[in-house]
């Protein structure tokens, strides 16, 4: 692969300090007392595939860590609640969990038995063209093949930030490039999105709902407004034509937003938008407000346990989230991996 222009130190450096965070945020998490005010507060997580086992793709969640999650926060009296229930108003006094799925994995139907056992609902984000095409997301091609490669885990790092600051079109040309013409098939059930027929199925759920993700997982900031509004409402589309009305819930890709972004959300409809930020959700969210815009979400990831995890999201403190609301504020170009 071609070289790109990022510093492996600052990398690095970025990586061990937000790994030293996270570990001081369980800690605190961890004692107690974070947990005053609690109440009043929505908690979104971000999921994208599930796996049978320990996987090292994506966030490496099993269906076992999943459900892990699940059991936390139901002992620890939360609500878990859908999109339409968010839209209606939730009681500010309460505790609630709101579960994603992005890009629109044929994995995510592994939830619909914890989902199921436990009466709990969650929202897919689907991007629609890969629904559409049948095609690989261009981020694992680059992981698969990189392994396959033997290719150092920084440098796959520094490929996937470059190619992020591309059109989703150009970022798969480099992909068919390097990898070969074939390289956005996918290769299982694991990496593959839903097809139609099966979209239209899980859609029919009673514990699932669909939200927009953008046509073809396109990270609008790197769009111009015509072409933001354009991507928005093709998904838009699509999603009607399955469950019969347009969602009023967005996920934007890699969390990019812009006052363009938001102004085109807004024109198609859309009253909540769902970041990548980490961070609590205060409650009453006012319908189209720059809060609801912008709702915050966590990201768990499967190579630390579950617990110390969903902890940490619930302190009222948190290192970690103020480092990174730090980094997104100067634009730099690093990655913070989990601890």
């Keep these: 692969m071609p070289p790109v222009g990022y510093d492996f130190c600052s990398m690095n450096m970025y990586a061990r300090l937000g790994s030293m965070l996270l570990k001081l945020d369980q800690i605190i998490a961890h004692s107690g007392l974070a947990f005053s005010g609690s ?17 090292d793709s994506q966030q490496g969640i099993t269906v076992e860590m999943f459900e892990c999650f699940v059991e936390y926060f139901q002992r620890h009296s939360y609500t878990f609640v859908s999109p339409n229930e968010i839209a209606h108003g939730l009681d500010s006094t309460g505790k609630y969990v709101l579960i994603t799925f992005d890009d629109g994995y044929f994995s995510n139907v592994k939830a619909l038995p914890v989902l199921e056992k436990h009466g709990i609902p969650a929202a897919l984000f689907v991007s629609t063209d890969h629904v559409l095409e049948g095609k690989a997301f261009w981020w694992d091609v680059v992981e698969r093949e990189s392994l396959k490669r033997r290719v150092p885990q920084q440098q796959v790092n520094q490929v996937h930030e470059s190619l992020r600051k591309l059109r989703t079109t150009d970022a798969e040309a480099f992909v068919r490039a390097e990898f070969g013409p074939r390289a956005l098939r996918p290769l299982g059930d694991y990496d593959r999105p839903f097809t139609l027929p099966e979209l239209r199925e899980v859609a029919k759920h009673p514990l699932i709902s669909l939200g927009n993700h953008t046509s073809n997982h396109d990270i609008l900031t790197n769009y111009n407004a015509t072409e933001i509004r354009a991507q928005i409402e ?33 024109s198609a409809g859309m009253q909540f938008g769902l970041s990548v930020n980490p961070g609590r959700n205060r409650l009453p969210i006012e319908p189209g407000t720059l809060a609801a815009m912008k709702l915050k979400r966590f990201a768990l990831t499967g190579d630390v346990a579950i617990e110390p995890q969903c902890r940490a999201s619930r302190s009222m403190f948190s290192l970690y989230r103020a480092g990174y609301s730090v980094k997104k504020s100067l634009g730099s170009r690093f990655t913070v991996q989990p601890a």
């Design 39 to 55: 109440e009043g507060v929505l908690l979104s997580f971000l999921f994208h595939g599930l796996f049978d086992e320990i996987a």
């Design 234 to 266: 093709s998904a838009q589309e699509i999603i009607e034509s399955i469950i019969g009305q347009a969602p009023n819930f967005i996920a934007y890709p890699n969390g990019e937003i812009s006052d363009a972004v938001l102004e085109a959300s807004r």
